[in-house]
């Protein structure tokens, strides 16, 4: 069975422009998770998609960040204008129930100059 | 809120020492706890997890740690490391409140095993 796989593994943007992160979650699992962590620091929470809908979505920095899961399968994140803060690691997670395991990617390594 | 703190950002040990990673974590309800480990270039895993129960969680690799409710502690220990323990570990929470469902993690402690 695949895992959790992650696109890009690792993306070099100038400040400005624009990157859209892939998430695809192992299959039938209905809670996909968004993770960042920069430069050392805690892993922080971004979001949460029950399927399709937007469960908790309280870490989302700003509203240059926007994050969709379509039909409740694979899901996105864009970062738009990107901003020399946004570099860091993005990590994306997917668990059937409440009490499980996440199952992590290997993440997505953001850089913005 | 939540929060998780992991008081060692690395750790340096010798092969067959033990070692402790140490957590703390605060949040006003009954609390599930879990480690995961990142190994170089992977993703993180789950290593152990507290639900309920004995307080006393184990690993298929010879990890443990204590759940202690008084000290809002969840340390993890191994009586005697390998080289292929070197990884970096995180410490998490999730709540009741929230049904489980958001996991909060720490900074991560980087255990470094030398031969």
């Known amino acids: 069975e695949a895992g959790v796989t992650q696109f890009p593994s690792h993306s070099v943007i100038e400040k400005g422009q624009t990157v859209t992160l892939r998430c695809d979650p192992i299959?039938?699992?209905?809670?996909l998770y968004w993770y960042r962590r920069v430069m050392g620091k805690e892993i922080k929470f971004l979001l949460h998609?029950?399927?399709?809908?937007?469960?908790?979505e309280s870490g989302m920095p700003n509203n240059r960040f926007l994050a969709e899961r379509t039909g409740g399968t694979y899901s996105t994140l864009k970062v738009q204008p990107a901003e020399l803060e946004d570099s860091g690691v993005y990590f994306c997670?997917?668990?059937?129930?409440?009490?499980?395991?996440?199952?992590f990617g290997e993440g997505s390594r953001l850089t913005v100059l | 809120a939540q929060s998780v703190t992991q008081l060692d950002s690395q750790v340096p040990v010798f092969e067959e020492a033990p070692v402790e990673l140490r957590c703390n974590y605060s949040?006003?309800?009954?609390?599930?706890l879990f480690w995961y480990v990142q190994y170089p270039n992977q993703g993180l895993q789950l290593l152990l997890k507290?639900?309920?129960?004995?307080?006393l969680v184990e690993s298929i690799n010879g990890f443990e740690a204590e759940f202690n409710k008084s000290q809002t502690s969840f340390h993890l220990r191994k009586p005697s490391v390998h080289i292929s323990d070197t990884a970096e570990y995180f410490c998490?929470?999730?709540?009741?409140?929230?049904?489980?469902?958001?996991?909060?993690f720490g900074a991560g402690t980087r255990l470094f095993v030398k031969a």
């Open positions: 997670a997917s668990k059937e129930g409440n009490t499980g395991e996440l199952f």
């Open positions: 299959s039938g699992h209905d809670n």
């Open positions: 998609f029950v399927k399709e809908s937007k469960q908790d």
């Open positions: 949040s006003s309800v009954s609390v599930y």
């Open positions: 507290y639900l309920s129960g004995s307080t």
């Open positions: 998490a929470v999730s709540d009741r409140y929230t049904g489980g469902f958001k996991t909060i």
